[in-house]
């Protein structure tokens, strides 16, 4: 290929900017100077649709190609499977045409411009830009969550900085193992060339580039100075000329819930409607045209390219009129009129978008003079302002240039609200310490409504009554709170004592896990009450070991009724849901595991929300049932011990009709009068003092379990159904193993007989206290896969005890 070097341009004579590359780079870019402190020169894209006026046949083509190039590139399956991200402002349009020529891939591109309601899914600086900070927002945060290959767009290719920046912040939100870079140009130096390869060696992904043309730009010493001062001497004033051209609105009948662009995402369905409703769209504005135009120009708007450059290629087709494609940008570039420079003249103006970063100037490049007959403005509805119509605006500004100026307004789409008119628009802030909890108001925030007033306490051999008769669910009423004797209480310190430092690596493995494999920046959201202690503890973790002040919230899940959809959405609405990390303390047979799995299918379906990722990280798996845990021993945890008086003095949740309406949180009750027994915050503090000293060990381990098959065996699951059967239960639900869920049983339940592995020690001291207080026997099981297994009484009725609700030998 033969290789050109490009030096008789205007910005390489003055400048010394040497621009060298293959034949087809020269058609595709020129060169311009630019009013930007960190980089003095532009390449100009003949092609892009951007600054220069072009067929839109040309501009949409060259995009297309390059889409059937990263197709042929993937295959057909992998392409099936791709997302197109296209960078604002100027490679919006190209990435929608890229999306095109994949076929199936949808679409989002980046924005400056917030937009109120719709949650941040990621961020990303660009270097050299004029305007550096892009937002992602998705509608549906799940388009960015999949494993396909993510295809990132933008018109030129150089440093890689901006594609590094990109890839970095997204892998670690959304790991997928393929990214393929796109852009018309590939510019970089040779320091930079291996850049790509590196960093995805570092990632383990593979990073490919496809490009149009190649070349390579040489800057001499001082450029930026010198690029500084050819601006200050060559720019001038825009003559401010007279407007006599006429403005006239055209209606487009633009497809109702058909995105104006990629915005929130743009899909293949979404691409296909808009199709069938272009051609009545172009003959609408065809008809506006005045008769015997020769030369038309479509003028999109900033990020809005793909409307306007779709509108355009259709009226190409069907008038005899030259019809070009050009967008407006808030890139300033200088302006000379010279032929061998690609920025020939300006128009300036106000920007009409009310931008986020405040009022500023506006440009249209190469229109100016350049022989129009009509221009057709196309800007969204968000644009369409005051600014845009008064004097010294776009309009105006226009029709100082061409005798007909044509507005078309495409409605900015708007994403579905969460809220529907059935629901309060409002869900109440969560309950914090010390009015609700005795943990610090910063330590977490329950999504829960305060039923301290209300008697829900009933009889332990009542309650257990009506559950197991189908009279009651367990939820709709409370057990009354155990007292603890002053032997368990001992009990319990001494066990905190030999546990404390055993359970802050447990924390710190799995704090480091969620940390490298789910979000950097995790919303905790512990289910109530088992997972607030772990939840506040790792929320400690991050603080200590990275700094880090994560959100922490506890909801309330209920086995057979699901988690609170009321609090979903409140998550769903501050946050987004793929940083959501469920934390609980421990699994026993997995039900929850499973019970919240299936809550959040139903809850997506309901909602149109996605991006849940209902795995649970828990401190101890001793079932086997979660990828993301501190360890998968069953020992003692001092917090399974206690009920309220470790978990900040709330009760369990409680979910009842006539108590929790349609748009109300799960309830709960804070036990105040308890607070003289309340070792909640002993318990953390306890934990806490030992991150330190189990710190490298900790990281050590996250890092090992990283590395290796934590695929979920089930294991527990099937040990409880044997149990089940062999001792004649015939009821998963009554036989809770581990020492945790073993402990609940023996303080709220009427137990039946505790299964203990042979040899087992002190973490069962507890146990057997407490079972030795409520006449429960305790038999010995060699091979048993849990530390113990609680079982609860089958077949209950009040008559199945003593007078004194002592347990019955069957």
Known sequence: MKNVVWTGTWVAERLGVELSGDEKLTELVGLALRRNPKRAHLLVSNVLGKHVPQLPSVVHGHGFALGRRVRDLLGADEAARAVVLGYAETATGLGHSVADGLGLAPCIHSTRRPVEGVARAGGFEESHSHATSHLLLPEDPALLVG??????????????????NTIGELHERYPRKRYVVVALVDMRSAADLGRLTEFGRE???????????????????????????????????????????????VALGWPRGVPDGGRHGFTPEHRARLERALPAMAARLAEALPDGAGRVLVLGCEELMYAPLRLARELEQITLAEVRYSTTTRSPVLAVDDPGYAIRSRIVFPAHDNPADGPGERYAYNVADAGFDAVVAVVDSVADTPELHGPGGLLDRLAAHTPHVLLAVVPSYVPAPLYTPERPAMLPEPLRGPAFSSYAPDEVGWLLQDLSDVTLEAPTEEREEAIQSGGAHYAESLPVEYQPSEQYQELFHSALEASAARIAQAVGVVTETVLAERSPRPVLVSLARAGTPVGVLMRRWARHRHGLDLPHYAVSIVRGRGIDANALRYLADRHDPSDVVFVDGWTGKGAITRELAEAIREFEAAEGVTGFDPEIAVLADPGSCVRTYGTREDFLIPSACLNSTVSGLI??????????????????????????????????????THFAEVEEAACAQSKELLSGDRTPTWEGWAAVERISEEYGIHDVNLVKPGVGETTRVLLRRVPWKILA???????????????????????????????CVGLIHPRYTRGATGADGRAVTV
Do not use: C, M, W
């Open 757 to 787: 592995r042979s040899g087992a020690g002190a973490d069962l001291d507890h146990v057997r206290l407490l079972a030795g207080q409520r006449g429960v026997p305790v038999e010995e099981v060699a091979g048993l896969p849990y530390t």
């Open 651 to 688: 009760s369990r949740t409680v979910l009842r009709a006539d108590l929790v309406g349609p748009h109300d949180y799960h309830g709960a009750k804070f036990y105040r009068e308890l607070a003289g027994t309340d070792v909640s915050v002993a318990f953390l503090d306890a934990v806490s």
């Open 147 to 164: 494993d396909g290959p993510l295809v990132l767009v933008d018109d030129e290719f150089s440093t890689g900085n901006t594609v590094l």
């Open 203 to 249: 990632i383990g992904a593979r990073i490919d580039l496809v490009a149009a043309a190649a070349g390579t730009v040489r800057l001499p010493e001082g450029v930026l100075e010198r690029g500084q001062e050819l601006v200050a001497r060559y720019e001038s004033p825009v003559p401010d000329r007279e407007p006599h051209g006429t403005i006239t609105r």
